[in-house]
């Protein structure tokens, strides 16, 4: 009888051009990628300097949405100079090594990890390699997606190839049931607590369990796309009839005969009962509230009905450091209610959580309500198609009737490399990934949350339990 696998060595093995040595490094083909003007313009270059060519450039998608503006009304031109250029040379490279580029006035356009699913152009069974940690994303899918750096673009571009060590692998089982208003970035904000920062660093997960079941394809995105943040090089979940129904109307999913082909192929993308794993995490979700966190790192969270920790209180020396260097970058005092924390503006956007179906939860808590006098709220869409749907919904006119504004496509604030940049002492509820120092801009202060609870701030002026607006049970 073969040996039982798991599906991350499934995916592995599939894709291995040839075993390079006994320490687990392969050469990996790589199916698809997309890529930013961001991260890219040195690999190209180095193409250009020795004269190669892009051995697939189908296999490729460009598309712009790191330094994009996203004011209102959009044009072709960016804020400045230095943004400029990369887009320039991105639209360069799109036509000199013939790789399709999605541009800022093409309606395909908005941040690669929405863009890239919404399309179809990720399949169950695929390995992607894209210069953005947040290519996990794509393991809701079914795929394997992981972020590399400039020259292995510029390798990956050249080959089709990258050369790739194996990682451990980790099952997050996830039980239990979810409350009210408690949601998908509450689970991964969870185990980004429960198992640190770098608790999952040279591990691939796989997400199991009813409560993964249970979540749409769309929540199944936003923890593969955080699981970066506890460490992870990739994360994964089993297809199911949820991934095919998704994918099944997809511009650049397989049509008539190859989708019956894909559909019997896909099939077998599970973990073989008996397969083992490195370690396991369990996670219970029955007394998980929606959660908040208060520092400079991910795992740096706590349930809404918390309060932020003394360092006194520390054993480890190293978290009681990076507690007191956290509540100082944070100007919060210990022990203080995270109710209690104000805010000054309120962002919903990210390829965490600006999907259609987050703005549906925000525009939900938002209906008839107005933010606080003294927030600025703005929400980003993931892509233009979804702006373009949450129009016809209704949804942008919630939005613009509770106060806040609502923009165009792109990365925007949650990484600040174009103008929406908070100022020194700003303090954001926020829908993105990442709460590090000065993320959001020199100075800036970030509390991640899910879009829903980012809503909910912005109507109470401070961070608060959304179940209190929204009268869910608490």
């Given at each position: ?52 060519k892009a051995w697939r450039?189908?296999s490729v998608l460009l ?148 409560v993964i079941t249970q ?260």
């Amino acid at each position: 009888m073969a040996c039982a696998k798991t599906l991350y060595r499934k995916l592995i093995d599939s894709h291995t051009v040839r075993e390079l040595d006994d320490q687990g490094n392969v050469l990996l083909y790589i199916d698809r990628s997309i890529l930013n003007e961001y991260t890219s313009p040195q690999a190209f270059s180095g193409l250009r300097e020795k004269n190669r060519k892009a051995w697939r450039p189908e296999s490729v998608l460009l598309n712009v949405d790191h330094v994009n503006p996203t004011r209102p009304v959009r044009d072709n031109k960016m804020t400045d100079p230095g943004g400029q250029l990369q887009v320039d040379y991105f639209r360069e490279n799109s036509r000199d090594f013939g790789i399709e580029l999605f541009d800022v006035l093409d309606t395909r356009q908005g941040i690669e990890h929405v863009v890239a699913p919404e399309q179809g152009f990720i399949l169950p069974g695929m390995v992607i390699a894209a210069g953005d940690s947040h290519t996990t994303t794509y393991g809701a899918l079914g795929a394997f997606g992981f972020g590399i750096g400039t020259s292995e673009i510029e390798h990956f571009l050249a080959t089709q190839t990258l050369v790739y060590k194996r990682l451990k692998t980790m099952r997050v089982k996830v039980i239990g049931k979810l409350g009210s208003s408690v949601t998908a970035k509450d689970i991964i904000m969870l185990l980004i607590q429960k198992i640190g920062a770098s608790g999952a660093t040279g591990f691939a997960i796989e997400f199991t369990g009813p409560v993964i079941t249970q979540l749409s394809v769309e929540g199944r995105m936003t923890i593969c796309n955080m699981a970066v943040e506890a460490g992870a090089r990739g994360a994964f979940m089993a297809p199911d009839e949820k991934v095919y129904h998704y994918l099944q109307d997809k511009p650049r999913a397989p049509k008539g005969e190859m989708w019956e082909l894909a559909l019997q192929s896909w099939q077998n993308l599970s973990t073989d009962e008996g397969a083992e794993f490195d370690r396991e995490v369990e996670l219970n979700c029955d007394t998980l509230e929606p959660m908040v966190t208060w520092g400079i790192s991910p795992d740096q969270a706590d349930n809404i009905s918390g309060k932020l920790p003394d360092p006194v209180n520390e054993k480890d020396p190293q978290k009681r450091l990076a507690q007191e260097k956290a509540l100082a970058y944070m100007a919060l005092k210990p022990g203080m209610r995270l109710t209690d924390i104000q805010i000054s503006h309120a962002f919903i956007g990210s390829c965490t959580n600006g999907r259609i179906e987050d703005l549906r939860l925000a525009a939900e808590v938002l209906k008839g309500k107005k933010i606080a006098s003294h927030v600025r709220g703005m929400i980003i869409p993931g892509s233009t198609l979804v702006r373009q749907q949450a129009e016809q919904e209704g949804l942008a006119k919630i939005f613009i009737d509770a106060g806040f504004e609502w923009r165009q496509s792109g990365c925007s604030m949650c990484l600040a490399m174009n103008e929406d940049v908070l100022e020194p002492g700003d303090r954001c509820a926020s829908s993105t990934n990442r709460n590090f120092a000065g993320r959001q801009g020199a100075g800036s202060r970030t509390h991640l949350m899910s879009p829903a609870m980012v809503a909910a701030a912005a109507i109470a002026g401070h961070l608060t339990d959304v179940r209190s607006i929204n009268g869910g049970e608490q």
